[in-house]
């Protein structure tokens, strides 16, 4: 029986790891599909305290896995089907893709996925030219154009990486002006390879033969006029999807499917259940926020372990 069960090794999970390791709580992380968490897809993150310098997301996120193994914490890959509460003893039971594990609290700590337009061919066009990571998908497209669709700093995050590598990079948006913040916004319009397409929506991705991307129809949501323009790869940045499904009963969510906290904790609607980070809050979603709030599920975890005793 393990004490505590962390879901989701990002900024979120690995810090609730140190503290309940540091509490001798041996904490066992689940580790998803994406090791990490988000900021293993960024590249520099200028704006967690102590690196004046920045840090590179994924080093940052390898440094909080180190100090989580130092103190007792345990990671396993393994992906969580489903969690469930005994009636009888309140314990949980976490079902994985390879067995059973029983728990006496659970920090949930799973983050968000990527979000994608919904257009009908996208699920084949993924690794084919359709992607939401430039990080990892970027330098395969040297010398070509690109399009990113979004406005928020993802968006931005986005075509600023891949003017490394792309011959032009257009920054396709709904509206007028960005929602990122001025200082990335006011960069990402002045650099000379990104090309704003303003009040646009792509409406349609077009494969060759080969099943690859090679152009994007885009409507004009002002003029209803359509284009297309030649891309071999579109990078996706509009926001993302908490992964909060698998939980049933167990939590609320709100309309977008973040995890309903009580006001003022981390605790769930289920004495226990805790959540942490961006499955549970859509206002904030920094990386440092996610770790204050794994720091919080940590220490109600184990004030909760403590009152049971
Ligand atoms: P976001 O701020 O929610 O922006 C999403 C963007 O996608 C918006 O511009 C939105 O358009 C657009 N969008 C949403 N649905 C769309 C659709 N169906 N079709 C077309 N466009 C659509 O998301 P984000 O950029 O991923 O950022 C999330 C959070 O992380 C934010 O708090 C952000 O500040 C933070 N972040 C920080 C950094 C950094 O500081 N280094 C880097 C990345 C992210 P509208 O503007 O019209 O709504």
Not at 53 to 82: C, H, T, W
Not at 100 to 110: F, G, K, L, P
């Amino acid at each position: 029986m393990e004490q505590v069960v962390i879901i989701g090794t990002g900024c979120a999970g690995y810090t609730s790891a140190i503290y309940t390791a540091r509490a001798n709580l041996s904490p066992l992380m689940l580790s998803g599909s994406q090791p990490g968490g988000q900021l293993t897809t960024t590249t520099e993150v200028e704006n967690f305290p102590g690196f004046p310098e920045g840090v590179m997301g994924p080093d940052l996120m390898m440094n909080m896995q180190k100090q989580a193994e130092k103190f007792g914490a345990r990671i396993e890959y393994q992906q969580v089907e489903s969690v469930s509460r005994r009636a009888e003893d309140g314990i949980f039971e976490i079902k994985t893709n390879t067995g059973t594990i029983e728990s006496q609290t659970v920090i949930i700590a799973t983050g968000a996925a990527p979000r994608h337009l919904g257009l009908p061919n996208e699920k084949e066009l993924i690794g084919h030219g359709l992607t939401s990571c430039a990080t990892c998908d970027g330098a395969f497209y040297r010398d070509v154009p690109v399009a990113v669709i979004g406005g928020g700093d993802s968006a931005c995050e986005e075509a600023m990486f891949l003017t490394r590598f792309a011959s032009e990079v257009f920054l396709i948006h709904r509206r007028d002006e960005l929602r990122a913040s001025k200082i990335m916004a006011d960069r990402t319009i002045a650099t000379e390879k990104v090309t704003p397409v303003w009040d646009s929506q792509v409406v349609e991705y077009i494969a060759d033969d080969e099943g690859e991307m090679t152009k994007i129809k885009v409507e004009n949501l002002k003029t209803n006029e359509l284009s297309e323009i030649d891309v071999k790869c579109v990078f996706v940045a509009i926001g993302h999807v908490p992964n909060s499904k698998f939980l049933g009963d167990l939590v609320d969510l709100d309309d977008n499917g973040y995890i309903k906290q009580v006001p003022g904790t981390t605790s769930t609607k289920t004495e226990g259940l805790f959540a942490a980070g961006d499955v549970a809050d859509h206002v904030y979603r920094q990386a440092i926020t996610a770790a204050g709030q794994g720091c919080a599920a940590a220490i109600e975890a184990e004030r909760f372990l403590a009152d049971a005793d």
